[in-house]
């Protein structure tokens, strides 16, 4: 039935619809762990993997990793091995998500790992911390770049790019020329009175 209603959806916005939480068909399917409708709606519209809530910005993956539903989990990433990089409003991606969970057998939450990282899944490392001495509660967060060599490359380029524009020997302007000279006259005019 629901297969005959998603055909006559010409324009495919039936599950890109959200309800009041925010929530699309394929968030509801992943909370109740019902693999052949997630399938189904994957099979009609593949973007909706990459569709998160409004409340906490989680897809369907981290509510599947939440919850431990293992072949929602292998439909998702078989489907849109991709979406394990999409990380929420705490800044966690599934395997963060798999890694916090306490409600999750540690046997389902090494498979779901293992499930992640064969498709190229990596913790993205948040630190929380607040400062001791801090009486604005203000939070600080660190994370990790995902790739240093990114960051290196584009530290060189930056380099590289300043060093095209800087002339050999710095460059001096007339005010800096004068201020100079002024101050060695002074130094000059100083050994005279000493």
Known sequence: ??????????????????????????????????????????????????IADKKENKTALHFAASHGHIGVIEDLLSSCPDCCELIDSGGQNALNVITLADNLDAKVKERIAQCLKEVGCRLNIVQITKPKDDDDGIIFQFQKGKDPQLLVATLIATVSFAAGFTMPGGYINEKARNRAKQFSEEVQLSKHFL
């Open 1 to 50: 039935m629901i297969s005959t209603i998603l055909s006559h959806d010409a324009e495919r916005t039936l599950t890109k619809k959200p309800d009041q939480q925010g929530w699309i068909p394929l968030h509801d399917a992943v909370l109740s762990g019902q693999k052949s409708m997630v399938k189904l709606l994957l099979e009609f519209d593949k973007c909706t993997a990459y």
